[in-house]
């Protein structure tokens, strides 16, 4: 970590999920209220490891930071429409495992104005949708496909259960088989001991 | 894009319900069972859900909550008899699966789909709608109806809970009512919009002691509500008003022989207030003094609690012109208003 007379100059290193290290402003950083409770008052030694979050998620993150530091203090949920040519080109440029990643990093790194930003994206997909179509967008299986779903799971355990009865059938034979020499071993045991004994008694 | 909203965390899922109406949020409930339980979890905390009940439709109305007074739409559900076979789905409502569509409703910017329903019963309909949405909303809002209907009087009777009850039809007896309130002992304010007839209204009728009763028409009948109420708040409107239940109650008020829970009495005419009530003489025979400042705060907080009156903030009235009455043995104190239009009578706690 350097740390310039400025405070607004302080960098900060972050490593990402990789161990790869790079540096983000104090002031993008302070839009963090995770950062500004773990971080702040106490310093770090070294780089702040965000290690759940690989260095993409993590740039793209603090590249919105970096964005938003002029911008005016955050007051609570905006419309979509609100949002300027820059943040809309922000979230445009997302495909959606990235923007998944950015979420989960957004909250848990709690910036709110990211956050809310994200969740009005979301919440944008589903708006003006009936159920069905609701169910699509949030990639939730149709009742229709839930049946099917629990039929096929029926029927790969009737399929086990047959499975299972014949071999337990199979392991019955398999002892009642390996059963029958032993016996018959016994058996001619001990007809050879009782023939062996009549001899001895004969003689 | 589609999304796996379900993957998200708890937070991120609170927020995005943050920005959904309830519309969205009842339709979201339906897609799942975890996402009924995720709607379960997020806790809205709404003071009121209101059913309306027309012939063959129910609609669903939220509020207030914490951060909005207004009343929002929730949902339009309707019962048919047909849906073309390839525009049927199956989803699940409260308990059961139904069969069912949406449809855009064109005729309500507020409530924008229909769910319509395959059922023929709309008391069906409405029991699986309340399973439903008392699960998603588990700190028991207060539960209201509004009924435009004798057929949708008895329909309501499946609902439990139910604490407010508006009537909005016009062929309205007094007999379907008091059956009405001996299935819901619970009730807490009528609302009567239509025009009833006053023969059937005894005096040991239940409505009495419901605590907040309105008539829209009470025209004839203003007397004979206004001599039998026991409740607390009562506003009546389009009244024929006399100058002997106004003095009558004030007088028992006074000695404390009746409506000893008044918080208020609005009473409302088309015609001339000074025509029918001497106010010189009512205010003198009720010993009514100017207010001195002191005895009692300027603003009184009207709170009716009354289904559909009480959807806005709690008024602030200011009362620095009003008269003031006290109880006798120094009660409490009242005061009153009258004007061209009205006759207010506020009692102070």
């Not at chain 1, 950083?29 to 995770?34: A, D, E, F, K």
């Not at chain 2, 309105?214 to 026991?230: A, G, Q, V």
Request: charged fraction near 25%.
């Amino acid at each position: 970590m350097t740390s310039p007379a400025s405070s607004s100059e302080v960098k900060y290193l972050i490593e990402s999920s990789e161990g790869n290290t790079f540096d983000v402003s104090g002031a993008a950083l302070r839009q963090s209220n995770t950062f500004n409770a773990m971080f702040l008052n106490i310093g770090a030694d070294g780089p702040i490891p965000f290690t759940d979050y690989n260095e993409a998620t993590l740039k793209k993150v603090f590249e919105y930071c970096e964005h938003s530091v002029n911008e005016e203090n955050y007051s609570g949920p905006k419309h979509q429409d609100d949002l300027s040519k820059w943040d809309l080109n922000f979230f445009n440029e997302m495909d959606q495992k990235m923007f998944i990643d950015v979420i989960n990093a957004s909250n848990f790194l709690d910036i709110e104005r990211l956050t809310s930003y994200c969740c009005e994206r979301i919440a944008r997909m589903l708006r003006g949708k009936n159920t069905q179509e609701m169910i699509k967008v949030i990639t939730l299986p149709t009742a229709e496909e839930l049946e099917a779903k629990q039929k096929v799971e029926e029927k790969k355990a009737a399929a086990a259960k047959k499975v299972a009865e014949k071999a337990a059938e199979t392991a019955e034979k398999t002892e009642t088989l390996e059963e029958l020499p032993v016996q018959q071993l016994v058996q001619t045991t001990r007809n050879k001991l009782t023939r062996k004994y009549l001899s001895f008694s004969n003689e | 894009m589609s999304f796996p909203l379900l993957r998200l965390p708890v937070l991120v899922h609170i927020e995005v319900f943050k920005h959904l109406e309830f519309q969205e949020i009842f339709l979201l409930s339906l897609c799942s069972e975890n996402m009924k339980y995720l709607v379960h979890g997020i806790k809205l905390k709404p003071k009121e859900i209101q059913y309306t009940l027309g012939d063959d439709m129910i609609q669903v109305s939220i509020g207030p909550t914490s951060k909005d007074w207004q009343r929002l739409p929730m949902a339009v559900v309707e019962c048919v008899s047909f849906i073309p076979s390839e525009e049927i789905i199956t989803i699940k409502l409260g308990s059961e699966r139904i069969a069912c569509r949406f449809v855009e409703n064109s005729s309500d910017e507020e409530y924008t789909l229909i769910f319509e329903c395959l059922e023929d019963c709309l008391s069906e309909v409405l029991v699986l709608l309340q399973y439903h949405l008392e699960f998603l909303f588990p700190k028991d809002p207060c539960v209201q109806v509004q009924i435009k209907s004798v057929d949708c009087l008895l329909a309501a009777d499946v609902l439990y809970n139910v604490t407010n009850t508006a009537i909005k039809f016009d062929e309205f007896t007094p007999t379907e009512l008091e059956n009405h309130l001996a299935n819901n002992p619970n009730h807490e304010s009528i609302n009567i919009l239509s025009k009833p007839s006053g023969r059937d209204l005894k005096c040991n009728s239940k409505l009495w002691k419901i605590k907040g009763l309105s008539f829209e028409h009470s025209r004839t009948i203003t007397c004979r509500i206004m001599k039998y109420f026991t409740g607390r708040c009562l506003i009546l409107l389009n009244a024929n008003l006399k100058y002997s239940p106004w003095i009558q109650l004030i007088q028992k008020w006074k000695k404390k022989e009746a409506y000893g829970d008044l918080h208020a009495v609005i009473v409302r005419t088309p015609e001339d207030v000074y025509q029918e009530i001497d106010s010189d003489k009512l205010l003198r025979e009720c010993n009514a003094s100017q207010w001195d400042g002191l005895r009692r705060p300027r603003m009184f907080k009207f709170d009716p609690k009354i289904i559909n009156f009480s959807q806005r903030e709690p008024q602030m009235w200011d009362c620095s012109d009003l008269y003031d009455i006290q109880q006798d043995n120094g009660g409490k104190w009242a005061s009153i208003k009258i004007t061209e239009t009205e006759i207010v009578f506020v009692v102070w706690d």
